[in-house]
Nanobody
Framework: QVQLVETGGGLVQTGGSLRLSCKASGRTFSTYHMGWFRQAPGKDREFVATIGPSGGTADYADSVKGRFTMSRDNAKNTVYLQLNSLKPEDTAVYYC????????????????????WGQGTQVTVSS
C-alpha cells in the first residue's frame, strides 16, 4: 500500500507561481513511476506530467509545457510540480499518482496506469 500526500496548493494571481509537493510512503519509492493530474469542476481528470523512477526528463501535457516542471527526490520520497506563469485555466484540484506497474512510456499519460492516488490539493488562479 502506498500513501500519497499532496501539499502546496493555494490561491494565486494570473502569472504567479506555486510549488506542489507529494510525499509518498513506502520503502520502494525509487521504483515508482509518478504522475501529476488535475481535475477542474465538471471536467474529466487530465494528465499534467509524469516522471520515471530514477528522475531525469519528465513528460508534460502540451497545455503546461514550458510553464510547469516536475521533479523528484528519491531520498525524500517526494515529487514536486513547479507551476509558473499560471493562468485561470490552470485552476483545478491537482492529484499526485504513483504506479508500481511497468508500461510503455506513453501509457503513463493515462489515469489507468496508476494504482495509487493522493487526496488532491486545490490550485486557484484568479484573473
Amino acid at each position: 500500500q502506498v500513501q500519497l500526500v499532496e501539499t502546496g496548493g493555494g490561491l494565486v494571481q494570473t502569472g504567479g507561481s506555486l510549488r506542489l509537493s507529494c510525499k509518498a510512503s513506502g520503502r520502494t519509492f525509487s521504483t515508482y513511476h509518478m504522475g501529476w493530474f488535475r481535475q477542474a469542476p465538471g471536467k474529466d481528470r487530465e494528465f499534467v506530467a509524469t516522471i520515471g523512477p530514477s528522475g531525469g526528463t519528465a513528460d508534460y501535457a502540451d497545455s503546461v509545457k514550458g510553464r510547469f516542471t516536475m521533479s523528484r527526490d528519491n531520498a525524500k520520497n517526494t515529487v514536486y510540480l513547479q507551476l509558473n506563469s499560471l493562468k485561470p485555466e490552470d485552476t483545478a484540484v491537482y492529484y499526485c499518482a504513483s504506479s508500481t506497474r511497468i508500461y510503455l512510456s506513453f501509457m503513463y499519460y493515462s489515469t489507468g496506469a496508476y494504482n495509487y492516488w493522493g487526496q488532491g490539493t486545490q490550485v486557484t488562479v484568479s484573473s
